[in-house]
């Protein structure tokens, strides 16, 4: 048998059932279309059912050739009026069918098939087998043996009927197991899952199939109803994309809001942990020396510039992210979501306006600690100067003094002046008794400042009064000594002596005074200087006091040389040093009153930039808050988002205006502070600074960006970047001339390549749309406008809900096997997650009222 024989004979076995399937429909069926078409009966039957069209009377038992041809001729007449509107030059008549001619009965069957079955795909025959060809290859793509290329051998093997079953109805096959070597038992059940699963008769045979190169009319014919029966499961689809859509912009809000709460816990803890570490600083914890307390500033110090800045955008982004969340709620009407107590804005808010207070509590208790901590420190450093003067006094008298051999003083004057030196020793131990009770006064406050140096001070204070005890008693011993040998002494130069006396203790006072005088001034604050001060009016009024002594000495000196004595005899001074000592001391207070009047006038004046300074940090923090405030009201004030904008952008440019020109006036004065080496007395650190300045800075370009990023998104909304890119290949696929335009018959084979089913009835009303320039043609931009109206979905409560009926076959549940027919496994589990259980299925009537905010 020749090819064209197999292939009549395999489309007279297609076009046969093609007939019996809707025949059923009147309990009839042909068994033989040659012989039993010869009446018109089973004919007549069979356009009226596929073209729901009444031919009127018609002779129901035919048993005349006349009547026979009369009934042929409704039908014939039908199908001559169809062939010749689309430009067909062939026409049919009664008698080739009386006549039992096979080629012309199949033609006129095909012709039917056309009309009824592939005519709904386009207007014309090349566009519908290119339309239909279009679609196999788009829903078979990407399946493992499957590649369409025309309606012959790439459907032999099966896999391609598998793969369309699959691509809808994934849970009526398994196409992984199948294999392309199997070719009937793939054809066999592609056919079987065809008919008794999807209603689509059995046209084809799985042996012709596969012996024989298939027949073209009547693959086409058999995949128009795979076609037809998928391309209704459409609005299926459009469902579960709006039902994908609601899931997935529910799950980001939820995601925002989870990561809103979980950062805005962090830093609550973090503000409370610093709060409680802040609080009620005390002496212990900032310890008890000066390198202690700087260890404390240093850690502080730490936590101002490296830990709170960060704390502070983080902050910041919190405020932004809760403020996003609101704005895309608002934009999709749903619930405006509101953040646990404590960790709403207004908590965090008061929680680090009490941090701050805290901190400034803090640091002003840290620096007055430090304060004390130096003076402690320089008290220490006087204290164990004067204790090394009085032990290195006390060595001496020990090792040189209380060693002399008092046996070898023979004579009166020998003795004499050894009783004149004790007398000067006794006044030298007056003198250290009065050091060592002043040095005793330091080192008690040291000791009642709690420095770690209390201990030490102690121990050396018992020691030297040991020591001077030990010296009095020795001093007792050698005295009466003395006095025993002295009964015959005479009396020694008593003016000597005197100017011996009052010399060496105007010269230990003028160098003990000299001691206060040389010590740095080390003062922070006004406050500070006026201490030393105070210690300098103290030392001149003493030195005042030595004035009439000094005058004393010179005019006993003048007596002694005019009496042609030694006045230097028992001195270790003489009274030109001691004049030259007491004028250097003046000079020294002198010196000591300028230098302290210009410490006060320069800390004055850095105390008086620091106050501006603090002032001016305050008020621009305050600043950035009212700003951040007033554009979250604009943005709140109008849903119109292109309004919005503008209003945003306009307030923005004079935020930003206003903020650089503070923050330069901070520089300015941070530069200032730092030419003073003053800048570590501030309590506000230029990272802080800099932080309210990016922050807010960052604050508005976030707020502008949103805005712009909504407006984008909803230009685009409804088209995916996957769909823009199959609307354009298939716009290109149809465009043969490469015009960029598409014709009427073009424009809907490519709309029903898509899956987008118009009715001929309606095909010049959809075009007509269309073509927006009246040019006859469809551009893209023109193609693209229309598919984008196709997939606008609303996102309301209404649409979501409608769209779950349409899913659910109006029903009130939904199964999940529906949901996951449509959207991808991700999204499914999502939204069967959210919904409670109802009978079968899932209530997503509940699920809407919940999600919108509905009793």
Not at 211 to 228: E, I, N, R
Not at 429 to 442: A, F, G, P
Not at 507 to 533: R, W, Y
Request: net charge negative.
């Amino acid at each position: 048998m020749s090819q064209a024989a197999e292939w009549e004979r395999i489309q007279m076995r297609a076009f046969t059932k093609w007939v019996n399937s809707h025949l059923r429909k009147r309990n009839m069926q042909v068994e033989d279309m040659i012989e039993e078409f010869e009446t018109g009966v089973p004919l007549i039957h069979l356009y009226e059912i596929i073209s729901d069209e009444s031919l009127g009377q018609f002779y129901a038992n035919p048993r005349m050739k006349f009547h026979k041809i009369a009934n042929l001729n409704l039908v014939v007449d039908k199908v001559n009026s169809f062939i010749d509107s689309v430009g067909i030059r062939l026409q049919f008549s009664a008698e080739q069918i009386t006549n039992k001619e096979k080629t012309q009965i199949l033609g006129m069957i095909w012709c039917l098939i056309h009309k009824f079955e592939i005519q709904d795909i386009s207007e014309d025959e090349l566009s519908a087998r290119e339309g239909l060809l279009l679609w196999c290859k788009k829903k078979t793509k990407g399946y493992a043996n499957v590649n369409v290329k025309d309606f012959k051998g790439s459907w032999q093997d099966g896999l391609a009927f598998c793969a369309l079953i699959h691509k809808h109805r994934p849970d009526l096959l398994d196409f992984d197991s199948l294999d392309p070597k199997n070719a009937k038992e793939n054809l066999q059940l592609a056919f079987d899952v065809a008919e008794k699963q999807l209603d689509i008769p059995q046209l084809l045979d799985a042996d012709d199939m596969i012996k024989f190169t298939p027949d073209d009319k009547a693959v086409m014919t058999y995949v128009a109803y795979y076609w037809k029966k998928f391309a209704s499961s459409n609005r299926a689809e459009k469902a579960g994309r709006k039902l994908a859509k609601v899931a997935k912009r529910e799950q980001e809000l939820n995601d925002m809001k989870n990561d809103y709460e979980r950062r805005a816990k962090n830093l609550v803890d973090w503000i409370d942990g610093n709060a409680d570490r802040l609080s009620e600083p005390s002496f212990e914890h900032f310890g008890n020396s000066l390198k202690k307390a700087e260890d404390r500033k240093e850690e502080f110090s730490q936590y101002k510039d490296q830990e709170k800045p960060g704390q502070s955008t983080e902050k910041n982004d919190l405020e932004l992210l809760l403020s996003n969340i609101r704005t895309k709620q608002k934009n999709e009407g749903l619930p405006i979501y509101e953040p646990p107590v404590e960790l709403s804005t207004s908590t965090i808010n008061d929680k680090w306006d009490n941090l701050n207070k805290r901190q400034d509590v803090y640091d002003k208790a840290l620096r007055e600690h430090i304060t004390l901590m130096k003076k402690l420190e320089i008290l220490l450093s006087r204290f164990r100067v004067r204790a090394k003067k009085i032990s290195e006094w006390q060595d001496g008298k020990n090792k040189g003094y209380f060693r002399e051999d008092l046996n070898k003083l023979d004579t009166i004057s020998a003795l004499q002046a050894k009783i004149n030196i004790h007398e000067t020793f006794e006044d030298e131990l007056t003198q250290v008794n009065k050091s060592l009770d002043e040095t005793n006064n330091i080192g008690q406050k040291i000791v009642e400042g709690r420095h770690e140096a209390a201990p030490e001070v102690n121990s050396t204070i018992d020691k030297l009064k040991k020591g001077q005890d030990d010296i009095a008693d020795k001093g007792d011993e050698k005295k009466k000594d003395l006095n025993d040998r002295l009964k015959k002494l005479e009396e020694l130069l008593g003016k000597c002596l005197d100017v011996a006396k009052k010399s060496e203790g105007l010269a230990m006072f003028l160098d003990d005074i000299s001691l206060a005088l040389v010590e740095p001034i080390t003062a922070s604050s006004v406050k500070d200087v006026d201490v030393f001060v105070d210690i300098l009016a103290d030392v001149e009024n003493r030195y005042g006091e030595q004035q009439p002594l000094l005058k004393a000495v010179n005019e006993m000196v003048k007596e002694i040389q005019n009496a042609g004595g030694d006045p230097n005899l028992y001195s270790p001074i003489n009274n030109k040093e001691l004049d030259d000592k007491f004028k250097e001391t003046g000079k020294l207070i002198a010196d000591r009153k300028k230098n302290l009047e210009e410490e006060k006038r320069r800390l004055s004046g850095n105390e008086e930039l620091l106050q501006q300074f603090a002032s001016l940090c305050d008020q621009y923090t305050e600043f950035a808050v009212n700003q951040k405030d007033a554009l979250n009201t604009t943005r709140q004030s109008t849903d119109n988002l292109e309004e919005q904008l503008q209003k945003v952008k306009e307030q923005a440019a004079t935020i930003t205006q206003q903020s650089e020109e503070r923050f330069q006036q901070l520089l300015e004065t941070l530069k200032v502070l730092e030419q003073r080496e003053i800048l570590e007395l501030s309590t506000v650190t230029e990272s802080e600074i800099k932080a309210v300045h990016d922050n807010l800075e960052k604050f508005v370009e976030k707020s502008i960006n949103d805005i712009e990023s909504t407006l984008l998104a909803d230009k685009n909304e409804g088209l995916t970047e996957e769909q823009l890119k199959d609307f354009r290949e298939t716009f290109k696929y149809f465009d043969k001339d490469k015009d960029g335009k598409l014709s009427k018959a073009d424009f809907k084979a490519c709309v029903c390549s898509l899956g987008e089913d118009i009715d001929d009835k309606e095909v010049d009303k959809v075009f007509a749309s269309v073509d927006s320039d009246r040019d006859g043609f469809i551009e893209f931009n023109e193609f693209l406008g229309y598919m984008r109206r196709l997939a606008e979905e609303g996102s309301g409560y209404e649409d979501v809900v409608e769209s779950f009926k349409q899913l659910a076959g109006e029903k009130d549940y939904v199964t999940e096997a529906q949901l996951r027919a449509v959207m991808e496994p991700s999204e499914a589990d999502f939204l069967l997650q959210q919904m409670p259980k109802k009978g079968d299925g899932y209530d997503y009537i509940a699920y809407a009222k919940a999600l919108f905010g509905r009793e």
